[in-house]
DNA sequence: TAGATTGTTAATCGATTAACAATC
DNA sequence: TAGATTGTTAATCGATTAACAATC
């Protein structure tokens, strides 16, 4: 994530890096499967084992927010879990603005990962005008024209970017405009003029697939 | 990632930081980009302007495979599109395996992306016996149970992981045993017993959502 | 208690940036 | 030439790891 740092904006005394805050997800994710699995406690070790990272990196992540385990015996996973939630700001359900409605959208939309994990796609944008009208899980295709108008009136913080890459830009310049401030790019191309205080994540397979061939040389 | 490398590399000088290796492809789409608008040359900052990276990371991170530029003048776009390719083995059609043919599967193979990128997903296998022997896009859905055996017998080396998480090892235990070396996941897990030289991306658009949720506190 | 594990400090390791001679 | 930009070195910055006192 670019956060933007410059000399005018230094890190300011306990700020939490951007790399930390990237990992406490993956820490979420794995005491949500050990509760699963019926464990009650866990400790830096075994949660490292999971993630393939080491105990002391977690410990030190997780002093940047206090102190949640007990010497001797670990973390109690349901606290540690809360904590994290609640560090992540995942207590409220956020709803989320998906544009584009394409083989991908149509995927995101049925992932029901989202919605377990309270982000709920509550608008769809589509350009296409066969595509505005329908209804998909109860909710109308909107016409994409409508996006900054919509998305401001519902006060939308996070959308879903599943555009080709053409009108991946407009669209964002529209997203940001309309408030929105966090974006999960599915277009692989680097979004300009984005605001200090708007994030995005750009998630292209094929950079992952590319960056993984070097090795197969 | 794991670095997975002998003694005998290529590069005398040791090796180069993985976190440069995922770079690389962030600096192809770009040159792609720029072929695309026609551009000839360009520089390292205007490539770092694209990707809102300084230019010196730029520089330094080519610098680990050669010298690719002018003086002066600044880099042919076509010329250093060509060196990276070739520096990502990109140069040759890759054969994918897709495992799992959900929602996520189906967007996958319809996903132009891919093959534009010479990676050509030629097998899809399924464990839904109501999938299996349906062609797509000319390709049967093959049992999931000749994963190894048809994996092995084409000596494919990437593979797409697009299962639920409950099967997501055992299918990966699969894979690594039929020889990939390869696996861009998609399954919400840490995949355990991968090999040095097994490379493994996931990607967890939960994961992104919630490190830009911390933000919007 | 004895063993285990935290939270934290200091040391190490690695990545990024600044600066500039070389040179187109 | 004058201006621009590379490739590289050294300095800076930041992240990870090792180690251990505290203590459950």
Known sequence: MADGTSAATKRQEGQVPDIVIGRLPLYLRTLI????????????????????????????????????????????VSYLKG????????????????????????????????????????????????????????????N????????????IKIAILAVPIEVAQTVTDKLVNAGVRAILN?????LKNIPQDVKVQTIDPIAHLQKMTYYLG
């Open 33 to 76: 499967l050990l509760e699963k699995e019926g464990k009650e406690v866990t400790s830096s070790q075994e949660l490292g084992k999971q993630l393939g990272i080491s105990s002391a990196q977690i410990r030190k992540d997780l002093s940047h927010f206090g102190e949640f385990g007990k010497q001797g015996t670990g973390y109690a």
């Open 83 to 142: 904590q994290l939630k609640e560090i992540l700001n995942l207590d409220e359900v956020w709803s989320v603005a998906l544009i584009g409605f394409g083989d991908l959208g149509h995927a995101l939309v049925h992932y029901n990962r989202f919605s377990e994990r309270r982000f709920n796609i509550e608008l769809i944008f589509d350009a296409d005008p066969d595509k505005i009208g329908h209804v998909i899980n109860g909710i109308i295709i909107q």
């Open 144 to 155: 994409a024209e409508k996006i900054e108008e919509i998305i401001k009136a519902k006060g």
């Open 186 to 190: 599915y277009a692989p191309i680097t």
